[in-house]
């Protein structure tokens, strides 16, 4: 069976998170459901990371193994029309070896947290940020941050419904930037790792908000991290702001004609 691997993208907030489950829609059923309508008999789709209810994806990777030989123009195009309307869209779609895994053969996760800092709630960006009402001190945060990559355990910062068999991951990379913003602040985390405990991102995010507001002293992410204790982090940020932005592999599968609007790809 000739296996496709898709980018995809979508706005988290009507969902119950990606990951097919009984009540609410997930992202998985949505995708399955319109890949469905081309082949009933397709089995389900594996994806490159479980989001969480709310979190959105500009770059969220997945594979599925379908009968006929379709070409990734024509596939992506037919997909996209089954999703409408609902928030999700095929971005790159590729045909991929039979042994290539979304999940397994991924080295790498990317993701941000936006937050804008403002006293007015947001209107046109609701969703899309973490609105937080004080001033941020974008410094104070990279010193916070900067005690957090590398290899640790990160008890403090998982969830305690996480399912993963160890706490230890090795954080490649935080950093905090900042943007023009009328009226107050655009702040965006952007982080990077192999991959993520349950909540990490969240947890780690909303543990640096205390420290750009001044309520916690960037030392304090360091005493959190060895302190191995759930009690010890930060609140968690809500998931609103939150995207997968990429997903990293050896080779690129997307590199060379996996955008939907590829001349290429319509061969």
């Excluded at 890949?35 to 389900?44: A, G, I, N, T, Y």
């Excluded at 994806?57 to 195009?77: K, Y």
């Excluded at 928030?87 to 790498?108: G, L």
């Excluded at 609007?261 to 319509?266: C, I, N, T």
Aim: proline share 8%.
């Amino acid at each position: 069976m000739p296996r496709y691997a898709f980018r995809i993208e979508y706005d988290g907030r009507p969902f119950a998170g990606w990951q097919r489950q009984d009540g609410p829609a997930s992202v998985q059923q949505t995708l399955e459901e319109a890949l469905r309508r081309l082949e009933p008999d397709m089995p389900s789709v594996a994806a490159a990371g479980r989001t969480d209810a709310g979190v959105h994806a500009t770059g969220q990777v997945a594979h599925a193994d379908l009968s006929r030989d379709w070409t990734p123009f024509r596939l992506s195009e037919a997909v996209n029309w089954h999703l409408k309307p609902a928030p999700v869209a095929i971005t790159a779609c590729v045909r991929v070896p039979a042994d290539w895994h979304a999940r397994f053969s991924a080295v790498e996760r990317r993701y941000t947290l936006r937050i804008v800092a403002r006293r007015a709630p947001l209107t046109l960006e609701a969703g899309q940020a973490w609105r937080v009402i004080g001033p941020l001190d974008p410094e104070a945060m990279r010193a916070g941050a900067a005690l957090l990559t590398g290899r640790h355990d990160f008890t403090t910062f998982r969830a305690s419904i996480c399912q993963a068999k160890s706490p230890v991951k090795t954080l490649d990379e935080i950093t905090v930037e900042t943007r023009p913003y009328p009226g107050g602040q655009d702040i965006r985390l952007h982080l990077r790792a192999r991959s993520f405990l349950h909540n990490q991102v969240r947890s780690i995010a909303g543990t640096l908000e205390r420290v750009g507001a001044g309520a916690w002293v960037p030392e304090r992410v360091a005493r959190a991290l060895e302190a191995r204790d759930r009690a010890a982090c930060g609140p968690v940020a809500p998931p609103d702001g939150l995207v997968l932005t990429g997903v990293g592999y050896p080779a690129d599968p997307f590199a060379s004609d996996g955008r939907v609007d590829s001349p290429a790809s319509k061969d």
